[in-house]
């Protein structure tokens, strides 16, 4: 059912139900089980960034001065402060994290990361390196094995 949800989230139940060879009652609890549980967290629309003014991105690479958890909580929660990084990951090693960031161009981009990014608390070090081509984009997870 997750699979299905994943591929196209606007599905009526009724189409799910069909989908899954479920009655629509049985499809209906077990999609409540699913939310309730967090293996679903929502139902999104996926944007295109560069039709929305967000054509530029950039993975930036960040490492820390000291791992200390008050910094750790300090850089997490700046960075969420930041509309223009759509995602941060903590890594393992280095560097400590990755952080996926939209503008509209470089120009823009430059004065993020001298506004913003550069002050980020604890910052080391940031290496910017720019998307040139997005081969495959945040596709649905694979179907578990049974």
Excluded at 24 to 53: K, N
Excluded at 98 to 116: G, K, M, P
Aim: glycine residues 6%; contains cysteine; hydrophobic residues 40%.
């Amino acid at each position: 059912m997750p699979a299905e949800l994943q591929h196209d989230g606007r599905l009526t139940l009724t189409d799910l139900a069909d989908r899954v060879q479920l009655s629509i009652s049985r499809c209906q609890r077990r999609l409540r089980e699913l939310e309730r549980s967090g293996v679903i967290r929502g139902y999104h629309a996926e944007v295109d960034a560069a039709a929305v003014g967000f054509g530029f991105e950039v993975l930036g690479f960040v490492t820390l001065r000291q791992g200390a958890q008050d910094t750790l909580a300090a850089f997490d929660e700046a960075v969420a402060a930041i509309p223009n990084v759509v995602q941060t990951q903590r890594l393992f090693g280095d560097p400590d994290y990755l952080l996926r960031v939209v503008t509209a161009d470089l120009d823009a981009y430059q004065r993020l990361y001298e506004s913003r990014l550069t002050k980020l608390p604890g910052l080391q070090r940031i290496t910017s390196t720019i998307v040139m081509k997005k081969v495959i984009d945040m596709r649905p997870l694979p179907t578990p094995p049974h």
